[in-house]
């Protein structure tokens, strides 16, 4: 049972990467990139196509050099989710692969070299009809920036990004959308906020170079968090060092946490005491495996004991209330006549999971017995 989320979110322009639409209440879009070397064509597709299996919207390639915009090209026909080249200073790269059908262009105007060679750029992402994403990195700021600052800040990274925002205005390309990153939440938290007053184009939000799988996931998880409440952002990417499968599946937990995006099950699960009828740990640890594959959004209720079961089932779409050898069944907030065996929780509560979603796909009505 989900409700709608009470964020407002922050107005801004249309673009469309590939298929997909960014900004402009437009849901907000889930992203990673690949870590696979680039000239590894087959290497490169697999792990492209895991992380859409996982429900990405995009995918970021790595294009360093000529030869990988080659290998590039084998790629995206290869391919069926939107990718995004990210390229640094040889603008003749940003040109080959607009050719070849990029979706996106990840690159900073200001760092390719002459007006001329800009020019070419964005003539030939408007020729294509090319978004470009201006990608601001407090580990790279400009070096006159640094001296003028000390150190990154937030308005160091927003003066680096108006930089780039005016190249592109001067060239009247207006179809782009921008990223302030840092590592810091505090940093990256300041310079998003100081953006999003600035100008209307989408904004594609990251904590960048985060940390491990569960540092970088919760670094992310407050950093996005505080700005997706304020209504900032219109995509994201949680840059962690592990699979970038990882990555989406965080994505998505976190949109989901603030009923801004819902993607497979929000489990609810107690920490568990020596309450616990069953084992609680073991049972969601099984579950969460079991139903990786569900994508339709359904909350799913599993509580120990009696003492917050039942409220806990009854705002979920499926419910378990701990209790001695068979615990309560709710379906839709409705306490069942039917019970679980707790030596048989994990196979029990799978098989109606799915077939509440089978039933939910098919919109057929949900027998629901309820206890007098």
């Given at each position: ?52 299996d996982a429900g990405a919207d995009i995918v970021r390639v790595s294009v360093p050099t000529m030869d990988a915009a080659e290998a590039f090209k084998s ?43 800009i020019r070419a750029v964005v003539d030939s992402a408007r020729e294509h009809n090319i978004p470009i994403r201006i990608g601001v990195n407090g580990g ?79 670094k992310s998880a407050v950093g996005l968090g505080m700005l997706l409440a304020e209504g900032i952002g219109d995509t994201l990417r949680v840059s962690l ?132």
């Open positions: 049972m989900f409700s709608e989320s009470p964020i407002k979110r922050r107005k801004s322009t249309r673009i469309n990467v590939g298929n997909v639409p960014i900004g402009d209440g437009a849901p907000i879009a889930v992203q990673s990139m690949t870590n696979t070397d680039t000239m590894d064509v087959d290497a490169t597709v697999a792990q492209i196509q895991a992380i859409q790629i995206k026909e290869q391919v069926t989710i939107p990718l995004v080249a990210d390229i640094h200073f040889d603008y003749r790269i940003a040109l080959k692969v607009a050719k070849y059908g990029v979706d996106c262009l990840r690159i900073n105007p200001g760092n390719i070299g002459s007006e001329e060679r790279s700021l400009e070096r006159d920036l640094q001296e003028k600052y000390g150190e990154p800040t937030p308005e160091a990274l927003l003066e680096s990004a108006m930089r780039h925002v005016d190249i592109l205005r001067r060239l009247d390309f207006d179809q782009f959308k921008i990223s302030v990153k840092a590592s810091d939440v505090f940093l990256a938290v300041g310079a998003y906020r100081l953006l999003a007053k600035e100008i209307d184009q989408p904004l594609h939000l990251g904590i960048t170079e985060a940390g491990g799988m569960r540092s970088g996931s919760v060092a592990a699979d970038p499968v990882q990555e989406i599946k965080v994505g998505f937990d976190i949109l989901n946490s603030l009923r801004i995006r819902s993607r497979g099950i929000n489990f609810i699960a107690c920490p568990s005491c020596s309450r616990q009828e069953f084992d609680v740990v073991s049972t969601m640890n099984q579950l969460e495996e079991r139903l990786e594959d569900i994508i339709e959004p359904m909350s799913v209720s599993v509580i120990g004991c009696v003492v917050n079961g039942p409220g806990e089932a009854l705002v979920s779409d499926i419910g378990l209330a701990g209790a001695n050898r068979r615990s309560g069944l709710y379906i839709n907030g409705e306490r069942q006549k039917a019970r679980i065996d707790n030596n048989n929780i994990v196979d029990q509560l799978e098989g109606y999971v799915r077939d509440f979603i089978e039933k939910k796909q098919n919109q057929t009505p949900i027998d629901i017995k309820i206890v007098e």
